[in-house]
């Protein structure tokens, strides 16, 4: 199961709704490996305006409906 024991954004809690992987993500956004995982695991953390588009446009593949309050406060 996913997310088991981890402390979770809404951004990881929306990965592990739908059973993706923080790698995955990564990889489609173009982003690093490091960001997702900050992103997914910090609440507080609101990357930067570019990363947060490519992450966006990503998961849009997935919920075409999803919008930057979903994961950030914006």
Do not use: H
């Not at 402390?7 to 956004?29: C, F, M, V």
């Not at 992103?39 to 930067?48: K, R, T």
């Not at 305006?49 to 914006?74: S, T, Y």
């Amino acid at each position: 199961m996913w997310g088991i024991g981890k402390r979770r954004s809404a951004l990881g809690k929306w990965l592990d709704k739908n059973g993706l992987e923080q790698q995955e993500l990564a990889k489609t956004a173009k982003v690093s490996k490091n960001t997702v995982s900050k992103a997914c695991s910090e609440v507080d953390y609101v990357p930067s305006p570019g990363v947060m588009k490519k992450i966006l446009k990503a998961i849009r593949q997935v919920d075409p409906n999803a919008k930057m309050n979903d994961f950030w406060d914006m």
